[in-house]
Structure formats: C-alpha cells, structure tokens
C-alpha cells in the first residue's frame, strides 16, 4: 500500500461529515470584534449621538449607511472568496459602490460650496479609526481563515475593508463632525489604508 | 463525449454526497477519485516531479480539512480543482522554481515569481471570458481539448485556438505586472 493510500485511508476513517456550522464559524470572529470595538467606545468615548441634537439624523443616517454598507459588502466578499471554486470577481467590485457614492455626495459638497473642514474632533476620530480597525481586521483574517481563500490579496484587501468599516460603525456615534468631505477624509481614507494594508498582508496571514 | 465528461463529474458529486450522507466507503472512494484526478492535473503541469506525490497528499490533506467549504449545491470538480491549483501555486512559490510550464506544447513560460501570490482566477478574470473558461476547463479541470471542445459545442481546433490566444494573453499579463 502506498503511502497515498494510507493517507486516503487515515482521512476517510475520520469521516466525511463537514465540521457542522460552517456559516457560525465564520461570523463569529465577526460578531466578537465588532461588539469589542462597540464597547471600547462606550467606555472611553462620551456624548453618543450628542450631535444629533444640532445636525438632526441625517449625517449619522449617511455614516451609519456607508459603514454598514461597507461592512456587509466586505463580509459578503470575504465568504465568496473564501470558497474555492466560487466567482468572487462581482462580490469584490461590488465594495466599490459605498466609495463611488461617497465620491459623487464629495463632489456635489464641493460644488454646493457647503462644507466645514476639517472641524473639531479629527484628531480622534483618526486616532479612534486607527485603534480599531486593526482589532477588527483581526477577526476579520480568523474569520478567512477557517474558509479557504485561494486569492489571498483579494481576502486580504476585504479583510481591511471589514476592519475599518467595523471600526467607523463604532466611532461613528460619538463623532460630533458632518459633511461628505469629512467622511471622504477621515473615515473612507482610513479604511482604504487598513484594505491597503490587507492587501499587502493577506498572503502572509492568509495562507493554508 | 459530453456524457462521459458530465459522468466524471457527477461520479464525484455522488461520492461526495454519500460521503457527506456519513457513507465512510464512499468517502474513501471520493478521495482515490480525487487523488487520481488531481495526480493527472499535476503531471501535466509539473511532469514526473519527484514531489509529486507530495502535492497530491497535500492537495488530499487541504480537500478533507476544508471540507466544510464545499457548498453541497455546486459541484465538487471546480472546488477540487480550485484547491488542487492553489497547492500547486503553493508549491511553486516554495519551491521557487525559474520556469512554470502552464501549458504541454511549452509556448508558454510565465516566471513562476510572478504567480507565486496570485490567484489564477485573477488572471483569468482578465481575459476573456471565452478564452478563460478554455483554459479553465483544460488546464484546471483536467479535460483534453476534445472534451471540452464537445463540452462548449465547438471544434477541436477552435478550443485550441482559445485556449492559445488566452495563453498568450496570460504571459503578456504576467509580463506587464513583473515590468
């Protein structure tokens, strides 16, 4: 017998059944990270929805609408391309739409003449986007890697996507700031940098 | 001709799905199916290596731990292949070979750095879609050019011609991303 076979043999007698909660699995690390980084702003952060009493609900509507838009789409993107044999081409492209809307509501601003740059808060909201994203990213990349990524870069990259938009979701309450071209700086920018940054690090932390 | 290839296929699918029923023998049988099926795949593209058997434990070893990945509704062969393909990338990277032969005439020789951390997926989506499906289905799934050829109704030379063009469409990328 080869060793081929003795390796089959070994594989078939511990069973076929799939280890059972596949999609669980996943969403998991998910979940955790993003109730982490919830709970590290309530507790260092104050004044939750402090500016909807001067703004009114709709920059926290746009905030809330991009990050989870973001989110959902990279978490979508991550499952596909965790999945050998799957097209995840359409799922990657889709993380595209949140930017490009992001990118047109800019451009309007800035043509509307109405806007305030770069306000009061940024340095926290960046020192806050930088702080989590990474933790996030984190349950994002133990999240790929109980699937089986064959594009490592792409996972990676959607990975980053993952961990910055987990962490604007979260900061995003206690942010006071409004208008386009403040989310356009200093959350979409910061969330491209940590999906540089998996992109550059998936094949090193994806790898099977 | 397109019946036997859907039978190849289906035989895994069925072996797949008894395995998955709790039918250890049919498990078994998968497996040597698979090992089978992905040691053809290899030596065509790696020749008689010495490590070939290696990559096929490998390739066995990645297929049973990421099981849970297969979803019961798709076929198995593109998830076998898919996994087969990244080992091999895998093992090339390692191994860090000058040259990769992706193709038996050898028209084609892409420096195996510049895939080492790619996914063949991605370069595929960068082609057309006729001429990557060519390639999928001859260089990834395992099938002559007949089959595949009977498979998408088309003759034999113009599943040729396909898989060619892609081919050289597939170098001339490798080369623009090394440059």
């Not at chain 1, 990676?156 to 979260?170: I, K, Q, S, W």
Request: aromatic share 8%; charged share 20%.
């Amino acid at each position: 017998m080869s060793d081929t076979d003795s390796l089959i043999d070994k594989l078939a007698s511990s069973g076929a059944a799939p280890r059972g909660g596949s999609l669980l699995h996943f969403t998991t690390p998910l979940v955790a990270v993003g109730l982490i980084c919830t709970l590290g702003a309530i507790l260092f952060l104050e004044d939750a929805f402090a500016s909807i009493d001067t703004h009114g609900f709709s920059p926290m509507i746009v905030k809330w609408g991009f990050s989870l838009a973001v989110l959902l789409l990279s978490a979508f993107a991550l499952w596909a391309i965790g999945r050998p044999g799957r097209r995840s081409g359409g799922a990657t492209r889709a993380l595209a739409v949140p930017f490009a809307l992001v990118a047109a509501l800019v451009l309007l601003e800035l043509l509307v003449g109405k806007f305030t740059f770069p306000g009061a808060t940024w340095k926290q909201c960046l020192v806050a986007m930088a702080v989590m994203s990474p933790v996030a990213f984190i349950g994002a990349i133990l999240a790929a890697r109980w699937l089986a990524p064959t594009n490592l870069r792409r996972a990676g990259l959607a990975a980053g996507l993952f961990g910055g938009a987990v962490a604007m979701t979260a900061y995003s309450p206690f942010c006071p700031e409004h208008g386009m071209l403040y989310l356009a700086v200093f959350y979409c920018l910061p969330i491209l940098a940590m999906a540089g940054l998996g992109w550059l690090l998936g094949p090193r932390l994806l790898r099977w | 001709m397109d019946r036997q290839v859907n039978t190849r296929a289906s035989v895994l699918d069925q072996l797949m799905a008894a395995a998955r029923g709790g039918d250890s023998a049919a498990y078994r049988q998968f497996l040597a199916e698979a090992a089978q099926r992905i040691r053809a795949m290899l030596t065509r593209k790696i020749g008689a290596d010495s490590e070939l058997e290696d990559l096929v434990q490998e390739c066995l070893i990645a297929i049973h731990e990421k099981r849970h990945t297969l979803d019961p509704e798709r076929p198995v062969a593109p998830w076998m292949y898919a996994i087969a393909n990244y080992k091999l990338i895998d093992f090339w990277r390692r191994r860090g070979r000058s040259l990769v032969d992706l193709d038996d005439e050898a028209d084609l020789a892409v420096p195996a750095d510049t895939l080492a951390e790619t996914d063949i997926e991605t370069l595929l989506d960068q082609i057309p879609e006729a001429q990557a499906q060519a390639i999928r289905m001859t260089h990834i799934e395992g099938m002559t050019n007949r089959e595949a050829g009977d498979r998408l109704g088309v003759g034999i030379s113009a599943m040729k011609l396909r898989v060619h063009r892609g081919m050289t469409r597939l170098k001339e990328i490798a080369e623009e991303d090394k440059a």
